[in-house]
């Protein structure tokens, strides 16, 4: 007998394919809602796979229920939206899809800082708004880029692409990390610093860790004080590690620029959320990798460490290694 897989959104075609030569794959194909999270349950309780997404959340409670779960397949290089201990304490598979997306991502990453830098959104807007009425000197001016300070925090893959780009650009790049990369140093130029340091001496902060324990909540009032308030904070990282209530006044008194969100504490950020009703955040819907390459061989590295599971072997972006060991 086939083993059965549960996909939570539409993906790419291609992907689907690779898994229904080998599996009975169910999936749930409506593009603009997710899988309401009863059926979710319902089906972990029976799966042998489940592919998803960064916006499911994949906790003990359902883990527990499970019967047959023996990977569970994200289709993203983050996963704070799995409980790794529970699956690991389960013995349950968890893989991501790290490197595919780095260059996507570090594109996305930079354009959110040029448009937050040189008010791009607000620009058009004006525009279109018709308040366009004559050349003037100091129109919507911004913050240089070319030769600014960037203050990467999380120096991983994408942290490294990004600063690919910002040596494009002339800048002098700092970064704070868990620990020192001597190869981006060599490479890149960067030059490793406090997280103190890179607050105070930079021209954009830009986050890029991972999202855990110990980087939730990482850039609240104390941190936004350090910053200069020529400053830009960009965060295509997760929500969670900025406290967005003390990002609000920061803006609002003027501490810091401007900031470029790809990402929100609550996804879908709510409309009425107040960061929404400053012109100078520019906000995205969490499109960091969307790029449509990208996502498509995104989905086929998922569907590949899917399929490696439940053929018995170790996939290849396996997060939860230490279950070997078991
Ligand atoms: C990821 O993969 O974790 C990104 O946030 C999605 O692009």
Redesign the pocket.
């Known amino acids: 007998m086939k083993p059965s897989i549960f996909i939570t959104r539409k993906i790419p075609e291609i992907a689907v394919q690779m898994l229904r030569e080998q599996c009975e794959v169910e999936m749930w194909d409506k593009e603009d809602i997710p899988v309401p999270v009863e059926i979710l349950r319902e089906k972990v309780k029976t799966v042998d796979g489940l592919y998803c997404m960064?916006s499911d959340s994949i906790n003990k409670e359902m883990m527990e229920e499970a019967q047959n779960l023996k990977v569970i397949s994200n289709l993203?290089?983050?996963y704070n939206n799995i409980d790794i201990q529970a699956a690991s304490e389960k013995g349950i598979m968890v893989t991501n899809?790290p490197g595919v997306?780095n260059e996507a991502?570090a594109d996305l990453t930079f354009s959110l800082l040029m448009a937050t830098a040189r008010r791009i959104p607000e620009a058009s807007d004006f525009v279109r708004n018709g308040e366009w009425k004559s050349w003037s000197p100091m129109l919507l001016t911004g913050q240089d880029v070319f030769g600014a300070t960037i203050g990467i925090i999380g120096m991983g893959r994408i942290g490294e692409a990004v600063a690919r780009r910002a040596k494009g650009f002339n800048m002098n790049i700092l970064y704070h990390n868990r620990s020192r990369k001597e190869q981006a140093e060599k490479e890149l130029g960067a030059t490793y610093v406090s997280l103190e340091e890179l607050l105070a001496k930079s021209d954009f902060v830009v986050l890029l860790a991972p999202f855990t324990e110990e980087t939730k909540n990482l850039i609240a009032k104390k941190e936004l004080e350090q910053m200069k308030e020529t400053s830009i904070l960009i965060n295509v990282a997760r929500g969670g590690m900025v406290n967005e209530s003390d990002l609000y006044d920061a803006l609002v008194q003027k501490k810091i620029w401007a900031a470029g969100l790809d990402v929100f504490e609550q996804e879908p950020v709510p409309l009425d959320h107040p960061l929404l009703t400053l012109p100078n955040v520019v906000v995205l819907p969490?499109i960091?990798?969307?790029s449509i390459k990208t996502r498509i061989t995104m989905s086929e590295v998922a569907a590949s460490n899917m399929l490696q599971a439940l053929n018995g072997q170790v996939p290849s972006d396996l997060v939860n290694t230490n279950i070997l060991t078991r």
């Open positions: 960064l993203a290089v983050g899809t997306l991502t969490h960091g990798s969307a």
